[in-house]
């Protein structure tokens, strides 16, 4: 498992897994209808507690396994309020489409609220584990959330401000509405700043892993720079015209009719007002 490799590839791996393992789970509660949004979420609660428990154990082990523990517990704690969130669960106070004639500040509001418990669920995760990992001797479980974190601030950030591409075929039925708060474009200022900063941090990750003292900050850096490599290239899905969705299309059953009445999530489930 020392072997740099194994780790590019696990990332890559474990990245294009859980990705298609959420957008399936969703897509089939949107077909189930009713309360199978709220079920999946409830199902998914193992992940919740063992990503807690096992970044809880591996702070104090720098071992190469315990590296890798940290790495994939981060993801799954991640990946269980990613669930949460496309199934409308833990999404944001304002569940209406964006008003068109809304601008500034007004627009940036109304798309905040959206994504406010959402959002507020991320920082306080981060928080307590920044707390918790703080002087650990294994701290790669935080970095990992931390790139995730960061990374996905970037992209929200950058489908408000504008992008050519936006992809809204895997959107959920809960989060229909999420789409309005979205700008097409030819770019915005903050993309040449976001895909420069993931690249400095993707060398930095490298440089990092190059000189590590030990196999497990070797396999620790390389996960991270790889993580962060994927990072960067779902930003420049959003400019470049790359089929990005077939990686996934082809293991997700067909989406449900739009006017199904009988697959319309319930709503006291499924929203906070």
Not at 174 to 197: D, E, G, K, Q, Y
Not at 227 to 245: C, R
Request: charged share 10%; hydrophobic share 55%.
């Amino acid at each position: 498992m020392t072997n740099s490799w194994i780790a590019a590839l696990l990332a890559l791996f474990v990245w294009w897994f859980s990705t298609g393992a959420i957008l399936w789970r969703v897509r089939h509660a949107d077909r189930a209808g009713g309360q199978a949004h709220l079920i999946s979420v409830l199902w998914g609660l193992p992940l919740l507690i063992g990503g807690v428990i096992g970044l809880g154990l591996t702070l104090d082990d720098a071992t190469v396994p315990a590296t890798y523990a940290a790495f994939l517990s981060a993801l799954a704690l991640w990946g269980w309020i990613e669930l949460a969130f496309l199934s409308g669960i833990i999404t944001g106070p304002n569940t209406r489409t964006a008003s068109p004639f809304a601008k500034g500040w007004e627009r940036f509001r109304q798309a905040t609220l959206t994504l406010l418990w959402h959002e507020a669920a991320l920082i306080v995760a981060l928080t307590l584990l920044t707390y918790a990992a703080w002087n650990a001797a294994n701290p790669f479980g935080l970095y990992t959330f931390a790139v995730l974190f960061f990374a996905r601030a970037s992209a929200k950030l950058n489908l408000f401000f504008g992008v050519p591409r936006i992809n809204t075929e895997f959107l959920p039925r809960p989060l229909t509405h999420l789409a309005s708060h979205f700008r097409h474009a030819r770019m915005n200022w903050l993309f040449p700043i976001s895909v420069t900063l993931l690249t400095f941090a993707a060398a930095c990750w490298l440089e990092r892993a190059v000189a590590a003292p030990t196999d497990a900050a070797q396999a620790g850096h390389v996960l991270l720079t790889a993580l962060t490599l994927l990072a960067l290239l779902e930003h420049w899905f959003m400019v470049l015209p790359l089929p990005d969705q077939k990686l996934w299309r082809w293991m997700l059953p067909a989406a449900p009719a739009a006017n199904d009445p009988t697959l319309t999530a319930t709503p006291s489930l499924t929203t906070r007002k």
